[in-house]
């Protein structure tokens, strides 16, 4: 009993060190919080994330928007609540509709929500609610609560032994838990998005008008594979209403007679962005794989699902019973990358032959990985099926992971993927091209349906492409004005 006591001192004690020196004032409230990281921490993290936001997503390669996103995040900042952090406002190069901030001021728009904007007051609309979860610290007190959950937790390990045996998993409740803004961190956010929108001179009536196309599009939660703006920022109720609200309290507050909106100027700026997904970074045609730019393609097991990213290809089937993982392999020869990348991962060699695949060099290895089941603590056996292919002097691996248990029946089909990895010679498959958005003048007073119909839209795109406009098919547009069509 008196050792039970002591322990649970302790926990107290540590909780209580980490939550003295970081009960500070929230810069947006007002108001004294308790927060385990400093304002130098929060920096240092956000600088920790960004290079591993853009190798999974890859900067999109327009300056011109780049330079024009920073500019109304220096603009935005200088009125906001932390005017003295710097602010990286980046556009990153994913088709799918989202933005979303990471701590220390680091804040990034998909070019899919880029193309899904009409006006310039829309677009600061969202950087400037991006920037309120920064300035209002949202992420730091996620991960103080986060923090302080585990805390209490590590408390019940060393109180209870039964505790203890469920720690591991509880702690990966807690982490998903707070893995999302709260409703009234969403509802913060929009008060200082208008507010900062505003403040900049800009219509932030613009903002609701956009939360309501999203709700309009209802977007799959497959596409590409990343969460959307909905799913990542859950809507606190009555949205649309309480941001109009917002921008009519700020607007006579402020008494400005010229509310900026900008739609041509911002069409303009847009007109030629990459539309979908981008086939130069890689693309499918039944179960293959090619890369254009790399100039490489590889077959994977039928009926897999398959996931794409700048920085690898991951497939697995719908059971989960494996995985397949196509990267890039590190160092000076073929050799040194096999060896390196299978010291990183920390298995053991069974089996090592050099060979070659489609007249490429290639290094084909068997291993396996043990490690003990928190839960359980049992040992856990997984065996890695790795090719390692040197492509004019650029190496790759394809690794194929799946249970000991299942190892030797998904072997062929993993090693059969595998040995289909062959340079790409064919033309057209690499000199494909992505769609674009084009910004097009109507010609003459019509219906959308009608201007649609006239610039050779198809048909099967009118829904769409009326989303990507704020539109109604129905609705009149003027002769001369702007809209949004795709084309190569």
Not at 187 to 195: C, S, T, V
Not at 324 to 350: C, E, H, K
Not at 399 to 418: I, V
Request: a neutral charge.
């Amino acid at each position: 009993m008196k050792n039970l006591n002591l322990s649970a001192k302790v926990v107290v004690l540590l909780a209580t060190l980490l939550m003295i020196p970081s009960c500070a004032v929230n810069p947006v409230t007002g108001k004294r919080q308790i927060m385990l990281m400093s304002e130098a921490q929060e920096i240092a993290m956000g600088a920790q994330y960004d290079p591993q936001v853009l190798a999974t997503f890859g900067v999109y390669p327009d300056q011109k928007l780049n330079n024009f996103v920073q500019k109304i995040g220096d603009d935005m900042g200088l009125i906001s609540h932390r005017p003295n952090l710097k602010y990286h406002i980046k556009v990153v190069d994913s088709p799918v509709v989202n933005a979303f901030a990471v701590p220390g001021g680091y804040i990034y728009l998909t070019r899919g929500i880029l193309a899904q904007f009409n006006n310039e007051a829309e677009l600061v609309g969202v950087i400037g609610h991006e920037m309120g979860h920064v300035t209002a610290r949202h992420s730091v007190s996620q991960q103080t609560k986060q923090t302080l959950g585990q805390i209490a937790l590590i408390g019940g390990m060393i109180l209870s032994p039964k505790i203890a045996e469920m720690g591991e998993m509880a702690m990966q409740g807690l982490q998903l838990l707070f893995l999302k803004f709260s409703r009234d961190d969403e509802r913060e956010a929009d008060k200082l998005g208008a507010e900062y929108a505003s403040k900049i001179s800009y219509d932030a009536h613009k903002m609701a008008d956009f939360f309501q196309v999203l709700n309009k599009m209802n977007m799959a939660e497959s596409e590409g594979g990343v969460p959307t703006f909905l799913s990542t920022h859950p809507d606190p109720g009555d949205r649309y209403n309480s941001v109009h609200q917002y921008a009519t309290n700020w607007q006579q507050q402020l008494q400005n007679t010229n509310w900026k909106v900008n739609r041509d100027s911002y069409l303009r700026m847009i007109d030629g962005i990459v539309y979908g997904e981008d086939p130069r970074q890689g693309y499918t045609e039944f179960n293959t794989f090619y890369h254009p730019e790399l100039k490489f393609r590889f077959n994977y097991p039928l009926g897999w699902q398959f996931q794409n990213s700048p920085i690898q290809v991951q497939m697995a089937p719908k059971d989960g019973s494996a995985l397949m993982v196509f990267t890039f392999a590190r160092g000076s020869n073929l050799q040194i990358a096999a060896d390196s990348t299978l010291l990183q991962l920390g298995v053991t060699v069974q089996e090592r032959q050099s060979t070659t695949v489609n007249g490429l060099p290639a290094i084909a290895t068997v291993s396996v990985q043990t490690s003990q089941d928190q839960s359980t603590g049992q040992q856990v056996s997984n065996q890695l099926l790795s090719y390692f292919y040197n492509l004019d002097g650029n190496f790759y691996v394809l690794h194929g992971l799946a249970g000991s248990a299942n190892f030797a029946k998904l072997f062929p089909t993993m090693q059969g993927a595998m040995k289909t990895f062959a340079r790409l010679t064919d033309a057209s498959k690499i000199n494909v091209k992505p769609d674009l958005l084009r910004v097009k003048q109507v010609a003459r007073t019509s219906t959308l349906q009608e201007a649609f119909r006239t610039l050779g839209v198809p048909a099967d795109k009118y829904q769409e492409y009326a989303f990507l406009n704020n539109l109604e098919l129905t609705d009149q547009v003027q002769s001369g004005q702007m809209i949004k069509i795709v084309t190569k």
